[in-house]
């Protein structure tokens, strides 16, 4: 047993060792013929061994054939391997499977064909092996593959073919990677394949990935065969992605799209393009076809609603610059990427919006292949109802392209389609004449030109070429030469300014030459007009400029010439007109400011000449400075003068003018200006809205000196009739905000005309003044402000900025402020009539804070308040005075106003509310004109509005309502002695009438007054009329009616008081006296009225006289009553005490009353005690007294009332 088992082990290390080292041994080429029958058996197709023929068994069946083919000779299709290696899975070849560890293929060649029907025309036929039992882990194939139509008769070549990757025979799937080279661009490609769920079909994934060439595609379908015919549906996606380290290279597209395929055709639907980048691609949609063979022809109908191309040319950037469109067709044009076969595109859309505008109704007919695009035709309308036409081919797509072709442009709005052109949104002026231009359009990545021109440019017709050329070296140069009988230039420059950019991108070099007829400039027309003028490298020429001529309403001519690399050369340019005001009227588009200025000042007929003189000195040392000066020459009949630069700039013209090459340079500009009058002057320097000018000459001379960038020295003075000021400091007109620290000295001014005065507005108008002025930007402050105006000084600081409305900032103090003249200044109503609509005042164009100060304020009318103050604020529509106040009269006084303007129908007015109060003033110190107010304390409470568009508009519409008080009144005028004077004339027969009762009565009124301990006196205006409705007081002896008014237009006073007395003694009625004030506060007219109480003592005297009679019936003694009204006041004591009081005793003569009942009685009205003559001293018994006849009936005199008793005092009433 034990020799068993070792002779086993040692034939089985036999057999291995044999495995291992027989196949070294063994010659396997002895056993090609065998070999390649069993192939070719097996695979179904011949199979040769050219080469070497190899194999081992262990470690692991290998099989190595060299030089191996596939397929007969005349085969068209077949496969061919300079080497092949297998490895072979010894496990599963112990388990009865084919299974590759590693497949390698080297100078692999791979013929494929389709015959004229579109089979495949594959050499293996099927043999008795199932290749879906074949498994590879890892396969490596290195090679070509040849596709030969036999229809079209071309062969696709993929050489240079690299891959990598695994075959699951059974689940009949592939999968790796590698690269070939297509049309001689290597390009990386992945590719993965399966059974279909039905085993009908393969799916198919095959990616080409960008390599040399910047295009991709993505097949994803399933492939089927149909009697050897392949058919392939599912999605394709052909696209050029973005280039990230390349952002400015041609713009990325995508095109995907279900498609069916067959050798011959296919058919595409569903499409989708994308051109541009993904966030701002344009997108459209649609169908197509393809047809193979011997004239393949790719057709596309592509459509869209609405594009955004600003998206696409701009990046998708949002606060982009504006698209300038001329150097984004050039773009476009060098875009269009080189197709592989033959298409046609057909595109159109309803709206693009480029250039910040839509394009509208889009079509375009696109015919391409791999040499040129062909525009068949291109039909869009372009902003301002412009119909863009062209057709045309470019030539060798990609960077070189080039498109030339006929172009037609019809424009009824040219300065809307211009803009657009240049990227602009705005339309400064519209031209009422259409565009019209046709030519032979050239665009390529160096040239934009239009030959042939011919054109209606705003209604002239014109001939001529333009173009912009970029030469080898990278520059640029524009040319252009127009010709016409009449020739618009602002059209004509619009247009050639939009071909060429802004100004930050004109071309290096350039040469215009326009000729006209007729050529109309800024709105000015001039006969005959040419310019000519170039500029490159050496020099910079105006070999010609003329317009107009000696009929014309200016006339400019001129020549110049600059050698760029000397820096040396001369302008100069002459202007003429028949006056000043046509030469304004003809540079208004130009420099309206200055125009403003040249018209305010042409007020005399004569002939104005303006001449400018521009040199450069070559340098005389090696600094490298130039020699410049430059003056303008001013002849007009108005005013003359120079403005005189002169400076040492460093220029070098080689490079183009910069200013930023002055910075450092030293200059001096020195001008001097003289006129007749100085109203012509101060028009000139716009000096004619703050200063009134007075009739004679005037001069102003100024010089500023310094360095180019820096703050400049500067100097100016003004002196002219009623004017004489100057100011000196520093300025800085370079900062982005101009500053200036200056020190100004007034000596007088008239400033009438800051504040819309007129000659006799106000007694005095002049001005003295001084200041330390501080510019920055718009805002002029002016600090330590020490000026004289209308005798008072004013000191503070005040802060003014420039705009639409001027802002207003500062605190001012004054010696005396005249309350009335600031009103009126600040409602615009001081020097105008009454009826004349107010002037523009304090109440707009400005808005701010001024607060105020003045130790005396004058009152209107008179009286004075010391101090006031207090703040005016404006918003530039409305005026508030706000906590104004002052002492007067050892009280306050507080004012708040608020006016502002009003729109009444289509005019604009002005209203106010204002609210003033008085509390503890001495009466004494309150007067307006001739009217006073009583010595005593006063108080106000008083509102006051009005609305108009003048002063008597604002007079007429006041209303308002107030109450006055008066504290230990005095009032003079009113002496209660008055009455007792009259009573006693009237006792004594003296007032006979109502003439000599007055004449009693008036001086006793007059000479004294009343003293009142506190009264309130409520008035309301309305329309313009103070009116006291109804106001009394009473004292310890009278009381006083007071009513009235005061009409502020018509300047007239109506104050009325009636005086009755307040009797102490009964009497029967009221006296009154009644004093009038009429007429003008100026001169008021006093006027007493006692027939009032002239009626009353006639009624007395009828009174006394009835009573004497009737005590004489009775057999009274009448005793004679006194004349006064007033008991004396008596001195008050102390009563005594009910003890202290003695009761009188008994007459003993008297019997004692005997008692009686006694009914009660009904009260009774007490009865005025009436103080009866005492009985006589008859004795009882003396004969009696006669009875007295019967009593008279006397009537009371006509017009008089007798009333039974007393009525009390009457109301107050208005008489």
């Given at each position: 047993?034990q020799?068993t088992?070792l002779?086993?082990a040692?034939?089985f290390?036999?057999?291995?060792?044999?495995?291992?080292v027989?196949?070294y041994?063994?010659d396997?080429?002895q056993?090609r013929?065998?070999?390649?029958?069993?192939a070719s058996r097996?695979i179904?197709?011949?199979?040769r061994?050219g080469g070497?023929l190899?194999a081992?068994?262990?470690?692991t069946?290998t099989?190595?054939l060299r030089?191996?083919a596939?397929?007969?000779?005349?085969?068209?299709a077949?496969v061919?391997?300079?080497k092949l290696d297998?490895?072979?899975?010894l496990?599963a070849?112990?388990r009865g499977?084919?299974?590759?560890?590693?497949l390698?293929?080297?100078?692999f060649?791979?013929?494929?064909?389709?015959d004229?029907?579109?089979?495949?025309?594959w050499?293996?036929?099927?043999?008795?092996?199932?290749?879906?039992?074949l498994?590879?882990d890892r396969m490596?194939?290195?090679?070509r593959?040849a596709?030969?139509?036999?229809?079209?008769?071309r062969?696709l070549?993929a050489?240079d073919?690299?891959f990598s990757?695994?075959?699951r025979g059974?689940?009949g799937s592939?999968?790796?990677e590698?690269?070939?080279?297509?049309?001689g661009?290597?390009t990386?490609?992945?590719v993965s394949s399966?059974?279909?769920?039905?085993?009908?079909?393969?799916?198919?994934?095959?990616i080409?990935?960008?390599?040399?060439r910047?295009?991709?595609?993505d097949?994803d379908?399933?492939?089927?065969?149909?009697?050897l015919?392949p058919?392939?549906e599912?999605?394709?996606?052909?696209?050029r992605?973005?280039?990230?380290?390349?952002p400015?290279?041609?713009?990325?597209?995508r095109?995907?799209?279900?498609?069916?395929a067959?050798p011959?055709?296919a058919?595409?639907?569903q499409?989708?393009?994308a051109?541009?980048?993904?966030?701002n691609?344009?997108r459209l949609?649609g169908n197509?076809?393809?047809?193979?063979?011997?004239?393949p022809?790719?057709?596309l109908?592509l459509?869209a609603?609405?594009?955004d191309a600003?998206?696409l040319?701009?990046h998708?950037?949002?606060?982009?610059?504006?698209?300038?469109?001329?150097?984004a067709?050039?773009?476009?044009v060098?875009?269009?990427?080189?197709?592989?076969?033959?298409?046609?595109i057909d595109v159109?859309?309803?709206?693009?919006?480029?250039g910040?505008?839509?394009l509208?109704?889009?079509a375009i007919?696109l015919r391409?292949?791999d040499a040129?695009?062909t525009?068949?035709?291109l039909?869009l309308?372009a902003?301002g109802?412009?119909?863009v036409?062209a057709?045309?081919?470019?030539a060798?797509?990609?960077p070189?392209?080039r498109?030339?072709?006929p172009?037609?442009?019809?424009?009824?709005?040219?300065e809307t389609?211009?803009?657009?052109?240049?990227?602009?949104s705005?339309?400064t002026?519209r031209?009422q004449?259409?565009?019209?231009?046709?030519?032979?359009?050239?665009?390529a990545?160096?040239?934009?030109?239009?030959?042939?021109l011919?054109?209606?440019i705003n209604?002239?017709a014109a001939?001529?070429?333009l173009?912009?050329?970029t030469?080898?070296d990278g520059?640029?140069?524009?040319?252009?030469?127009?010709?016409a009988?009449a020739?618009d230039?602002?059209?004509?420059?619009t247009?050639v300014t939009s071909?060429?950019g802004?100004?930050?991108a004109w071309?290096?070099?350039?040469?215009?030459s326009?000729?006209?007829?007729s050529?109309t400039f800024?709105g000015?027309?001039?006969r005959?007009?040419?310019?000519s003028?170039?500029?490159g490298?050496?020099?910079?020429?105006?070999?010609?400029?003329?317009?107009g001529?000696?009929?014309s309403?200016v006339?400019?001519?001129?020549?110049?010439?600059?050698?760029?690399?000397?820096?040396?050369g001369?302008?100069?340019?002459?202007?003429?007109?028949p006056s000043?005001?046509q030469?304004?009227?003809?540079i208004?588009?130009l420099?309206?400011t200055?125009?403003?200025?040249?018209?305010a000042v042409?007020?005399?007929?004569?002939a104005?000449r303006?001449q400018?003189n521009a040199?450069m000195?070559?340098?005389?040392d090696?600094?490298?400075?130039?020699?410049v000066?430059?003056t303008?020459d001013l002849?007009t009949?108005?005013?003359?003068g120079?403005v005189?630069?002169?400076?040492?700039?460093?220029?070098?013209?080689?490079?183009?003018?910069d200013l930023?090459?002055?910075?450092?340079?030293?200059?001096?500009v020195?001008?001097?200006?003289?006129?007749s009058q100085?109203?012509s002057l101060?028009?000139?320097?716009?000096?004619?809205?703050?200063?009134?000018a007075r009739d004679?000459?005037?001069?102003f001379?100024?010089s500023?000196s310094g360095?180019?960038?820096?703050p400049?020295?500067?100097k100016?003075?003004?002196a002219?009739?009623g004017?004489d000021?100057?100011?000196?400091?520093?300025?800085?007109p370079?900062?982005e905000?101009?500053?200036a620290t200056l020190?100004?000295?007034v000596?007088?001014?008239?400033?009438?005309?800051l504040?819309?005065l007129?000659?006799e507005?106000?007694?005095?108008?002049?001005?003295?003044?001084?200041s330390?002025l501080a510019?920055?930007g718009?805002?002029?402050?002016f600090?330590?402000?020490?000026a004289?105006?209308?005798?008072?000084?004013?000191?503070?600081?005040l802060a003014l900025?420039?705009?639409?409305?001027?802002g207003?900032d500062g605190?001012?103090?004054?010696?005396?402020?005249?309350?009335?003249?600031?009103?009126s200044?600040a409602f615009?109503?001081?020097g105008?009539?009454?009826?004349?609509?107010?002037g523009r005042g304090?109440?707009r164009?400005?808005r701010g804070?001024l607060a105020?100060q003045?130790?005396?304020?004058?009152l209107?009318?008179?009286g004075e308040?010391?101090p006031?103050?207090g703040a005016?604020k404006g918003?530039g529509?409305?005026l508030?005075l706000e906590?104004?106040k002052?002492n007067i009269g050892?009280?306050?006084a507080?004012l708040?106003?608020d006016?502002r303007q009003t729109v009444?129908?289509?005019?604009q007015g002005?209203?106010?509310n204002a609210?003033?109060?008085?509390?503890?003033?001495?009466g004494?110190?309150l007067?307006?004109?001739g009217?006073?107010?009583?010595?005593?304390?006063t108080?106000?409470q008083?509102?006051?509005?009005?609305q108009g568009?003048?002063?008597a508009?604002l007079?007429?519409?006041?209303?308002?309502?107030g109450t006055l008080?008066l504290?230990?009144?005095?009032i003079?005028?009113?002496?209660?002695?008055a009455?007792?004077?009259g009573i006693?004339?009237?006792?004594?027969?003296?007032?006979?009438d109502?003439l000599?009762?007055?004449?009693?009565?008036?001086p006793?009124?007059a000479?004294g007054?009343l003293?009142?301990?506190?009264?309130?006196?409520?008035f309301?205006?309305?329309d313009?009329?103070?009116?006291?409705e109804?106001?009394?007081?009473?004292?310890?002896r009278?009381r006083v009616?007071?009513?009235g008014?005061y009409?502020l237009?018509a300047d007239?006073a109506?104050?009325r008081a009636?005086m009755?007395?307040?009797?102490?003694?009964?009497?029967s009625g009221?006296?009154?006296?009644?004093v009038?004030?009429?007429?003008s506060?100026?001169?008021l007219?006093?006027?007493?009225?006692?027939?009032?109480?002239?009626?009353?003592?006639s009624?007395?005297?009828?009174?006394?006289e009835?009573r004497?009679?009737?005590q004489?019936e009775?057999g009274?003694?009448s005793t004679?009553?006194?004349?006064?009204?007033w008991?004396e006041?008596?001195?008050k004591v102390?009563?005594l005490?009910?003890s202290?009081?003695?009761v009188?005793?008994?007459?003993?003569r008297?019997?004692?009353?005997?008692?009686?009942a006694?009914?009660?009685r009904p009260?009774?009205a007490?009865q005025p005690?009436?103080?009866?003559?005492?009985?006589s001293d008859s004795h009882?018994?003396?004969?009696?007294?006669?009875?007295l006849?019967?009593?008279?009936?006397i009537k009371?005199?006509?017009?008089v009332?007798?009333?039974?008793?007393?009525?009390?005092?009457?109301a107050?009433?208005?008489f």
């Amino acid at each position: 047993m034990q020799t068993t088992l070792l002779g086993l082990a040692i034939a089985f290390i036999l057999a291995l060792i044999a495995a291992l080292v027989g196949p070294y041994f063994v010659d396997w080429n002895q056993f090609r013929p065998q070999f390649e029958a069993e192939a070719s058996r097996v695979i179904g197709a011949p199979v040769r061994v050219g080469g070497k023929l190899d194999a081992l068994l262990l470690p692991t069946p290998t099989l190595r054939l060299r030089e191996i083919a596939v397929g007969g000779d005349n085969d068209p299709a077949k496969v061919r391997a300079d080497k092949l290696d297998v490895e072979f899975n010894l496990g599963a070849l112990m388990r009865g499977e084919w299974r590759a560890s590693v497949l390698s293929l080297e100078g692999f060649v791979f013929d494929l064909g389709f015959d004229r029907q579109g089979r495949v025309e594959w050499p293996v036929q099927p043999g008795r092996f199932n290749l879906g039992m074949l498994a590879i882990d890892r396969m490596n194939v290195a090679g070509r593959i040849a596709l030969h139509d036999a229809s079209s008769g071309r062969v696709l070549h993929a050489d240079d073919l690299s891959f990598s990757g695994d075959v699951r025979g059974a689940a009949g799937s592939l999968r790796g990677e590698g690269s070939f080279t297509l049309l001689g661009a290597k390009t990386p490609f992945r590719v993965s394949s399966g059974q279909t769920n039905d085993g009908k079909g393969t799916r198919v994934r095959f990616i080409a990935d960008p390599g040399e060439r910047p295009l991709s595609a993505d097949f994803d379908g399933v492939l089927t065969f149909d009697n050897l015919v392949p058919k392939f549906e599912g999605g394709l996606t052909l696209a050029r992605p973005a280039d990230l380290k390349a952002p400015d290279s041609a713009w990325p597209w995508r095109l995907s799209s279900r498609v069916k395929a067959n050798p011959s055709s296919a058919t595409f639907e569903q499409v989708e393009a994308a051109y541009g980048a993904e966030d701002n691609a344009l997108r459209l949609a649609g169908n197509g076809d393809i047809r193979f063979g011997a004239s393949p022809l790719l057709h596309l109908a592509l459509s869209a609603r609405q594009l955004d191309a600003d998206r696409l040319l701009t990046h998708g950037t949002v606060n982009a610059e504006p698209l300038r469109l001329l150097p984004a067709l050039r773009s476009l044009v060098t875009s269009m990427p080189k197709l592989p076969l033959p298409a046609q595109i057909d595109v159109s859309a309803e709206q693009i919006a480029l250039g910040g505008r839509p394009l509208q109704s889009i079509a375009i007919a696109l015919r391409g292949d791999d040499a040129s695009w062909t525009v068949g035709k291109l039909d869009l309308r372009a902003p301002g109802s412009t119909r863009v036409a062209a057709s045309g081919v470019i030539a060798e797509p990609g960077p070189s392209a080039r498109f030339s072709g006929p172009i037609s442009i019809e424009s009824p709005d040219p300065e809307t389609f211009t803009a657009w052109l240049q990227g602009r949104s705005d339309v400064t002026w519209r031209s009422q004449k259409p565009l019209r231009l046709s030519g032979e359009a050239t665009v390529a990545a160096d040239r934009i030109a239009l030959d042939h021109l011919t054109g209606d440019i705003n209604g002239g017709a014109a001939t001529g070429r333009l173009a912009l050329v970029t030469t080898a070296d990278g520059k640029t140069r524009f040319e252009a030469a127009l010709k016409a009988a009449a020739l618009d230039i602002d059209s004509v420059s619009t247009f050639v300014t939009s071909l060429a950019g802004p100004q930050s991108a004109w071309p290096d070099e350039a040469k215009v030459s326009l000729e006209a007829d007729s050529a109309t400039f800024a709105g000015q027309t001039m006969r005959p007009a040419a310019i000519s003028l170039s500029y490159g490298p050496k020099t910079i020429g105006l070999e010609r400029i003329a317009a107009g001529d000696a009929n014309s309403d200016v006339a400019i001519n001129g020549s110049g010439s600059f050698d760029r690399t000397d820096g040396a050369g001369k302008l100069t340019l002459m202007a003429a007109a028949p006056s000043l005001a046509q030469m304004s009227s003809f540079i208004a588009p130009l420099a309206p400011t200055l125009a403003e200025r040249m018209a305010a000042v042409a007020k005399e007929p004569g002939a104005a000449r303006v001449q400018l003189n521009a040199e450069m000195g070559k340098p005389k040392d090696r600094s490298g400075r130039s020699d410049v000066r430059t003056t303008l020459d001013l002849d007009t009949p108005q005013v003359k003068g120079t403005v005189t630069l002169a400076g040492k700039p460093v220029i070098d013209l080689t490079n183009g003018f910069d200013l930023k090459a002055l910075n450092g340079s030293d200059i001096n500009v020195e001008s001097k200006l003289d006129a007749s009058q100085t109203v012509s002057l101060l028009a000139a320097l716009d000096l004619d809205r703050i200063v009134s000018a007075r009739d004679g000459p005037a001069h102003f001379e100024s010089s500023a000196s310094g360095t180019w960038g820096s703050p400049l020295q500067v100097k100016a003075k003004l002196a002219g009739a009623g004017l004489d000021g100057e100011i000196e400091g520093t300025g800085n007109p370079w900062a982005e905000n101009s500053a200036a620290t200056l020190t100004m000295t007034v000596r007088h001014a008239d400033l009438g005309a800051l504040f819309d005065l007129g000659p006799e507005s106000l007694p005095s108008r002049d001005v003295a003044l001084s200041s330390r002025l501080a510019v920055d930007g718009d805002t002029f402050t002016f600090d330590n402000l020490d000026a004289t105006a209308a005798g008072s000084r004013l000191r503070g600081r005040l802060a003014l900025t420039r705009g639409d409305v001027i802002g207003v900032d500062g605190e001012i103090g004054m010696d005396t402020l005249d309350l009335a003249s600031v009103t009126s200044l600040a409602f615009g109503a001081a020097g105008r009539e009454e009826s004349a609509p107010l002037g523009r005042g304090w109440l707009r164009g400005w808005r701010g804070r001024l607060a105020f100060q003045a130790l005396k304020g004058v009152l209107p009318g008179g009286g004075e308040i010391r101090p006031v103050g207090g703040a005016i604020k404006g918003d530039g529509q409305s005026l508030v005075l706000e906590g104004a106040k002052g002492n007067i009269g050892g009280g306050e006084a507080a004012l708040d106003l608020d006016a502002r303007q009003t729109v009444q129908g289509t005019n604009q007015g002005t209203s106010f509310n204002a609210r003033l109060q008085l509390s503890n003033v001495d009466g004494a110190v309150l007067r307006y004109r001739g009217l006073a107010m009583p010595d005593g304390k006063t108080a106000l409470q008083m509102t006051l509005a009005g609305q108009g568009r003048s002063v008597a508009g604002l007079s007429g519409a006041l209303s308002g309502a107030g109450t006055l008080t008066l504290t230990d009144a005095r009032i003079t005028g009113l002496d209660p002695q008055a009455f007792e004077a009259g009573i006693r004339a009237g006792g004594a027969g003296q007032a006979t009438d109502d003439l000599k009762l007055k004449e009693i009565v008036e001086p006793v009124l007059a000479a004294g007054g009343l003293t009142v301990p506190s009264m309130q006196i409520p008035f309301i205006i309305r329309d313009g009329r103070l009116r006291i409705e109804s106001a009394s007081f009473d004292t310890d002896r009278v009381r006083v009616a007071i009513a009235g008014g005061y009409d502020l237009l018509a300047d007239q006073a109506d104050l009325r008081a009636v005086m009755t007395p307040i009797n102490t003694r009964p009497i029967s009625g009221r006296p009154d006296i009644r004093v009038d004030l009429n007429g003008s506060p100026d001169a008021l007219a006093r006027t007493v009225d006692v027939a009032g109480f002239q009626s009353w003592l006639s009624m007395r005297a009828i009174d006394r006289e009835t009573r004497r009679l009737d005590q004489l019936e009775r057999g009274v003694t009448s005793t004679p009553e006194p004349d006064v009204l007033w008991d004396e006041t008596l001195p008050k004591v102390d009563p005594l005490a009910p003890s202290d009081v003695r009761v009188p005793v008994r007459d003993p003569r008297r019997k004692s009353p005997v008692p009686k009942a006694v009914a009660p009685r009904p009260p009774v009205a007490p009865q005025p005690h009436v103080v009866r003559n005492p009985p006589s001293d008859s004795h009882p018994g003396s004969a009696q007294a006669q009875p007295l006849p019967p009593p008279i009936n006397i009537k009371p005199a006509p017009g008089v009332l007798q009333k039974s008793r007393p009525a009390p005092p009457p109301a107050a009433r208005t008489f």
